[in-house]
């Protein structure tokens, strides 16, 4: 849930969360429930979340940003960083996982939405 949580105006705000780390990737090793039905108890670990005015090149143009640095696990060992854009659209631009995963937009109309 932390891209749609990074897209919201209130992540901002956000200091301190609860991470449960099988939900932050698609590739889990474990599912929910253990052989036999028995329901496994989730691993909350702390986490924080640290936003940031900040400039990004997307697409060759160079777009204002609010940069959120989300630092969980052991020790605050992982890192992720998401992008996201700093206007009413709050647009996903790009996110860097802690496991060298990438995302960055390709193509947008870049319209600001009033709202």
Do not use: C
């Amino acid at each position: 849930e932390m891209p749609l949580l990074a897209r919201s105006p209130e992540a901002e705000h956000f200091r301190k969360l609860q991470v449960f780390p099988l939900l932050m990737s698609s590739q889990v090793r474990k599912p929910d429930w253990g052989p036999f039905g028995k329901q496994r108890q989730p691993g909350y670990q702390s986490g924080s979340l640290a936003p940031e005015r900040a400039e990004i090149v997307i697409m060759g143009t160079q777009r204002r940003a609010f940069k959120i640095t989300m630092r969980s696990g052991e020790n605050a060992a992982l890192v992720d960083e998401y992008f996201v854009e700093d206007n009413s659209n709050r647009t996903l631009l790009a996110w860097n996982r802690h496991d060298g995963a990438k995302f960055v937009l390709k193509r947008h109309n870049f319209e600001t939405v009033d709202r």
